[in-house]
């Protein structure tokens, strides 16, 4: 049934791009014109997604598990490389090998953005790529994270170090809220949208290591597993994109799962654990399963989501978001606008900073999310309205479904798929231009003139993506992360409401959010680059 839609939506698109009046915009560092009005894109978009929920509330009548084939990798040789102890031994060496490079480089190396590893393995390959890799192919972060793997080196060179009372005092106290993630995910937006040393290699090597000894306390105190699915910002965030991906892991056996602290793992439920990369660590081989599943599945086999988590969600979509419009005019306007404001002046005097757009760029990124929020929240509520009046014979046993904010949790992972759409159109150019600059820094990391791979020589080809691809590739992801994000709602309202009915009526305020937020994601996407 995705696949369908996903048809529908790039056929929809696509209509509208012919023969038609060009209209002036460069949202993607050079001047493109558009084939039509910018108010037809407007219109085609939210058409769209609207048209698509007709077609998902016509076809699609009840719930399933799993939505189209799944298919068994390991039943081929190739599949099973991917589980090979040496090649992941492999694998997990080389990984923190790059990361000590990496920061190696960024604390000796030139202090030039261009010449120094550091600032684009940080900015261009790990958040930028890891997100699209975790979003396409699967949690590749929990196999590659070097925090993780040198914890664990160092637990069993020197096992004294488990701490397990204060580790279980720990976990008990915080059970399965993901508030520290939210807390350094906040940190890490401000860093990367304002903090103005943030292309500066030494001060970037800085706060990665102080950001590796947070993380390498907080495992001592929680332990290893427990702190990366709580508290962990990226382990969330790419295991989050991950359920949107094909890949589904799962462990014939409920046994592993009595020892296992994730909170994604839901084993007890059918005799089998799916999506819990713990358990499948610790899984013998004749139990594990690699299966090829529809794009988006994944969001559909989770347990309760924590206020927490949805609070964390919400955070990721409008910090893309206000990465976005914080190019356009419209911000410069409110820039300029609160500039008039003495508090600024007086703020920006008082902490010795050069200018006010530190001051006001915190303003912005910590305002977004809580209009994101109430906005998601304000929509909820309608839907909570809906289900109270509904007849109490077709509603779910637990009362507490009927809270707004319980409504907020339950629809919160149908909005996964828009963030990885709004990734994806902001991000994409700036991956495959920038990311080119892997090629030389890997033969000349510190900037020193190394040719030691001869690939030193290499020349960026910003000609790789116009912005005719930029655009069209831009549009066509964020209309299909709608039309699926829709399906992934109307699913939910099916499992969760034992009515059909009812199901559909509550999706319509859900409908017009998403109409909503894909006029604006493309009107962001649409207006001209600003700098301030």
Known sequence: ????????????????????????AHAF???????????LYLLAAGLTVFVSFFVIVIFVTKHEKNDGPIIELLDNGVGRVFVNPYFLSLLRFSSVMFFLLAISAGLFGVQNIEKNLLPTTVWVIWWVGFA????IIGDLWYLLNPWRIIAEWVSTAFPKLRNHNTRDRFSFQFSNHIWFAVVIFIG??????VWPDRAVPKSLAIAVTLYSLITWIGMYFMGIDNWLRRGEAFTILYGL??????????????????????????????GTCTDCYSCFRRSKAKHRRIFLRPYGAGLLNSGPVTISTMVFVILVLSTVSFDGFADTPTWQLIFSSLLKFPIITNLTEFLDLNNSITIISTIGIAATPIIFFLIYFFFCSIVSVIVRSADKGHLPSDSKQLRTIDIACVFVFTLVPIAIAYHLAHFLSF??????????LISDPFGYGWNLLGTATYEVDIAIVGAEFAWYTAVLAIVVGH??????????????????????RTQYPLLVLMIFYTVMSLWILAQPIVEL
């Open 1 to 24: 049934m995705i696949r369908h839609l996903v048809l529908l939506a790039l056929a929809s698109s696509l209509f509208f791009s012919l023969n038609m009046q060009p209209v002036e």
């Open 29 to 39: 560092a050079q001047r493109y014109d558009l084939p039509i009005p910018l108010w």
């Open 132 to 135: 699209f890799l975790s979003a």
């Open 188 to 193: 890490f937006a401000w860093a990367e949208l």
């Open 241 to 270: 994109f991950a359920r949107f991906s094909r890949t589904e892991l799962v462990v014939i056996s409920s046994d592993y799962c009595s020892i296992c602290n994730s909170s994604d793992c839901h084993g007890n439920i059918g």
């Open 431 to 440: 991956l495959l231009i920038y990311g080119q600059q892997i090629i030389p």
């Open 483 to 504: 039309v699926v994000a829709v399906y992934l709602s109307h699913i939910m309202a099916l499992r969760v409401f034992s009515s059909r009915e009812i199901a559909i």
